[in-house]
């Protein structure tokens, strides 16, 4: 069995992620449009959700990006 299918894959509704980023439902669905952050997927007619490992890596680069830029 494949490493990746070993790992399990955990799937994040709209307020779970705003309540790991910090950011209001529209930011994530216009930074989503902009390209600036994981789109989510399907899970059924009206309901999406989002990667947790895709967040987590989004986390983490926007704690890269802030600290590259608070260093003189």
């Given amino acids: 069995?494949?490493?990746?299918?070993?790992?399990?894959l955990s799937i994040l509704r709209r307020k779970q992620v705003q309540a790991r980023t910090g950011l209001s439902r529209s930011t994530i669905y216009l930074k989503t449009s902009e390209g600036e952050f994981p789109k989510p997927i399907s899970l059924g007619a009206r309901a999406v959700g989002w990667i947790e490992s895709e967040i987590d890596a989004w986390l983490s680069a926007?704690?890269?990006?802030?600290?590259k830029g608070a260093q003189p």
């Fill in 1 to 8: 069995m494949s490493e990746q299918l070993k790992t399990t």
């Fill in 62 to 67: 926007q704690i890269e990006k802030s600290r």
